[in-house]
């Protein structure tokens, strides 16, 4: 699995078993993004966690010039089949096999326009990833931990929306991942400025990726 990180919460990636995703796609009005919403004229889905403009961003506008399918919590897959894109619809709890994958929609502790906020587990045959979105700590991350065995967890680490470095540093205890991206951070003043905070706590509990806009890593 290859991972690009486009800026705040917004992620392109590019599965082990082909298929390509977009996660989150704010980059429209983000002044940290690594794109353009017109850069991405393939992608096979975009995964949205829940519709928050941060997170929501540009998804509509790329599913329907390029053909995308919107995954994403039921009340906002519906807003997006008014438009025409093809939709799969989930809850949290649920699970989808499509081209390959097998996507998990699990419980994100945050807030909604519509619907419920989510994360989602990511599997594709070779590796697990675990896109949190928005969301503080939660008991149930040391569930997520002990269903899967993840090779990579995305965290929010920013502060005042979502877990700090402190309770970031918790969750990975919990979901005990081999490798973490922190996310969330540094795009607005209301933010902490960087991750190193977070990188310091976390120690060798896992491998943290601290990437710029723009960087990508490769889970190994």
């Known amino acids: 699995m290859e991972v690009r ?36 004229r393939e992608v096979d889905a975009v995964l949205v966690t829940h519709d928050h403009d941060d997170h ?24 997006a089949q008014e438009k025409g894109i093809t939709v799969e619809p989930m809850g949290v709890g649920g699970a989808i096999t499509w081209r390959g994958l097998r996507l998990h929609m699990v419980n994100a502790q945050h807030s909604s326009g519509v619907g419920h906020p989510s994360g989602f587990v990511i599997e594709d045959g070779t590796d697990t990833a675990y896109f949190a979105g928005d969301t503080g700590l939660f008991g149930d991350m040391r569930l997520i931990g002990e269903i899967w065995k993840l090779d990579l967890a995305v965290l929010p680490v920013g502060d005042r929306f979502t877990m700090g470095p402190e309770l970031a540093t918790r969750a990975v205890e919990f979901l005990r991942p081999r490798h973490v991206i922190p996310c969330h951070y540094a795009t607005f003043d209301q933010l902490l400025p960087d991750a190193r905070r977070f990188v310091q706590l976390v120690g060798d509990r896992a491998r943290v990726h601290a990437l710029a806009p723009g960087d990508t890593m490769t889970v190994d």
């Open 5 to 40: 990180y486009l800026g705040h919460s917004a992620f392109f990636v590019r599965t082990g078993s082909g298929p390509t995703l977009l996660i989150d796609p704010f980059l429209t009005g983000n002044p940290k993004a690594a794109a353009k919403a017109s850069d991405f």
């Open 56 to 79: 929501l961003g540009d998804a509509f506008d790329i599913c329907e010039r390029t053909g995308a399918t919107f995954v994403s919590m039921f009340e906002v897959a519906m807003q």
